[in-house]
C-alpha cells in the first residue's frame, strides 16, 4: 500500500455490531488505519434503512479500542454533532446533500466551533465549485481543520454509466483554488456498482488524489444500503494490490514530455483557430437570417449535424458522448451570437 495516500474504509452504513465488527476486523488486519460508517443515512426516498441512528455510536468506539482504527461518520446537523462528539469520534464528515445546503453547512459550523475535530467535506451533489468551496470556507471560518475534500461525483439527469459521473475538471479547480487541501476519491458512490470502482479508483491515482475513501461491508449482498457498490473487504484488498501508482513528473521526465507537449499546443492552437473561423461563418449566417426572417433554431438541422458529427467521430475512435457534449457547446454559443446578433439590430 502507498503510504503517502490516506485510505478511509468501511461500510455505507453501520447495520448490526456483528458487520461493524467483522467488516473493521478484515480492514484492520489489512493494514486500514481509518474506518467509516454512516450512522444516519440520506436516503433519496422515505421508507428505506435511514441508519441505526446513536446506538452505532457505541460500536465504532468498540472498532477504535479493539483495532486501533481511528473512526469517522457522517453528521448533517447539530444534534448529529454533539452525539458525535460526545462518542469521540475522530474524524466527522458532510456528506453530499448537506454540502449543498449552506443553512446546515453553517449549522454544523456553529456547533463544531472550537470542538478541535478535523472534518471532511464531500462535493454538493450538484457540480458547483462554488458550493464546495463555501462549505469548506464557513468550516474554516469556524476555526475547523479540514482533513480533506472527497470528490464522490456529480448527479446528471437521465440513465448513466455511472451513478455519479467523476467530472474530474472540479477537483482540479478545487485543487488549484486550495493547493494544500488533501482531496480523496469516493470512487464506491462514484460507480455505484463494484465492477466500476477499480477503474475509477485508478483514475483518480492518474489525476493526483490524495487517497480514497471506499465502501467495504464483510456481506456487501445484504447490506441494507447502497448494496451495488460496496466491496468486500477482500475485494478491497485486492484493489489496493491492482492499484498502479502514478508519479508526478520530475524534472528529467518534463524533458522527455515536452515533445508531446508541443504537439498538443500546436493542436489546441488550431481548435481555437478553427473555432474562430466557424464563429465568423456564424456571424455571416446570422445577417442573413435577420435579413430574410428566418428562426435562428431549426432542430432538424441540429439533430442531422450532431448525428453526421457522431458518425464521423466513430470512424477516428472519438466516443459519442464526448462529440455530443463538444458540439452541443459549440452550438450553444453559435446560438448565443446568432440571438446577441439580432437583439444588437434592433436596438
Ligand atoms: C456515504 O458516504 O455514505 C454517503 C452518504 O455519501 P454521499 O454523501 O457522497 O452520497
Ligand atoms: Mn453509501
Not at 464531500?122 to 475547523?144: V, Y
Not at 461563418?281 to 435577420?290: R, T
Amino acid at each position: 500500500m502507498n503510504p503517502s495516500k490516506t485510505i478511509i474504509a468501511g461500510p455505507c452504513s453501520a447495520e448490526t455490531e456483528r458487520q461493524v465488527m467483522n467488516t473493521a476486523r478484515s480492514l484492520a488486519t489489512a493494514g486500514i488505519s481509518i474506518f467509516r460508517a454512516g450512522i444516519w443515512k440520506p436516503r433519496t426516498k422515505p421508507g428505506q434503512f435511514e441508519g441505526i441512528g446513536t446506538p452505532g455510536l457505541e460500536w465504532l468506539r468498540d472498532v477504535r479500542e479493539e483495532t486501533g482504527m481511528r473512526v469517522t461518520t457522517e453528521v448533517a446537523n447539530s444534534r448529529h454533532v454533539e452525539a458525535a462528539l460526545k462518542a469521540e469520534i475522530d474524524i466527522l464528515w458532510i456528506g453530499a446533500r448537506t454540502t449543498a445546503n449552506p443553512f446546515a453547512v453553517q449549522e454544523i459550523a456553529d456547533s463544531l466551533r472550537g470542538c478541535g475535530i478535523p472534518v471532511m467535506v464531500k462535493n454538493p451533489i450538484n457540480p458547483d465549485i462554488e458550493l464546495w468551496t463555501g462549505a469548506i470556507e464557513r468550516l474554516q471560518n469556524a476555526g475547523i481543520r479540514i482533513f480533506a475534500a472527497i470528490h464522490r461525483g456529480f448527479s446528471t439527469y437521465g440513465e448513466q454509466t455511472y451513478r455519479y459521473a467523476p467530472q474530474w475538471q472540479i477537483p482540479i479547480e478545487l485543487r488549484r483554488r486550495m493547493p494544500s487541501l488533501p482531496i480523496l476519491c469516493d470512487p464506491s458512490h462514484m460507480g455505484g456498482k463494484r465492477e466500476h470502482v477499480l477503474p475509477l479508483a485508478q483514475a483518480s491515482y492518474q489525476m493526483n488524489a490524495d487517497g480514497l475513501f471506499v465502501e467495504v461491508h464483510c456481506n456487501p449482498d445484504e447490506a441494507l444500503s447502497d448494496s451495488r457498490q460496496q466491496l468486500t473487504p477482500d475485494m478491497f484488498i485486492q484493489l489496493l494490490e491492482q492499484l498502479r501508482q502514478h508519479k508526478v513528473p520530475d524534472s528529467a521526465e518534463t524533458g522527455n514530455l515536452a515533445g508531446f507537449r508541443n504537439r498538443i499546443d500546436g493542436c489546441d492552437r488550431q481548435i481555437v483557430e478553427i473555432l474562430a473561423k466557424r464563429m465568423d461563418i456564424v456571424k455571416e449566417i446570422s445577417a442573413y437570417k435577420n435579413e430574410h426572417d428566418l428562426t435562428v433554431l431549426q432542430s432538424e438541422r441540429y439533430n442531422d449535424i450532431i448525428n453526421n458529427l457522431i458518425q464521423e467521430g466513430r470512424k477516428f475512435g472519438l466516443s459519442e458522448n464526448f462529440v455530443k457534449n463538444l458540439f452541443g457547446m459549440i452550438h450553444t454559443e453559435s446560438v448565443n451570437l446568432q440571438l446577441s446578433a439580432i437583439q444588437n439590430h434592433k436596438l
